[in-house]
């Protein structure tokens, strides 16, 4: 089993920061991709940003010279900085990993969610 645990989600004023940690744990051999994905109310689950094992990096053009994504490989983890948020950033997030784990089984999976609400 693989778990995905999310964290940093809140509150922020238009033009503030925020902060997203994904740390996955569980039976896995190699985690491939990691990134982050949101849904606003009413609308389908997009993209933000996603990060390859090689180090390669995917960004939505929406996220693009004010979002940061990074993964500490050692800790199994994702990050998002978010700045200069706007309200259209008001979204859940959610943690993504395409991960093998152990029994050489290679799977999707997603974090809960994390609220991020942007006021103007």
């Known amino acids: 089993q693989v778990q995905l645990v999310e964290s940093g989600g809140g509150l922020v004023q238009a033009g503030g920061s925020l902060r997203l940690s994904c740390a996955a744990s569980?039976?896995?051999?190699?985690?491939?991709?990691m990134g982050w994905y949101r849904q606003a109310p009413g609308l389908h689950r997009e993209l933000v940003a996603t990060?390859?094992?090689?180090?390669?990096?995917n960004y939505a053009d929406a996220s693009l010279g004010r979002f940061t994504i990074s993964r500490d490989n050692a800790k199994n983890t994702v990050y998002l900085q978010m700045n200069s948020l706007k309200p259209e950033d008001t979204a859940v997030y959610y943690c993504?990993?395409?991960?093998?784990?152990?029994?050489?089984?290679?799977?999707?999976?997603w974090g809960q969610g994390t609220q991020v609400t942007v006021s103007s």
């Open positions: 993504y990993a395409d991960i093998d784990d152990t029994y050489r089984s290679r799977n999707i999976y």
């Open positions: 990060v390859a094992s090689g180090g390669t990096i």
């Open positions: 569980g039976s896995i051999d190699m985690i491939n991709v």
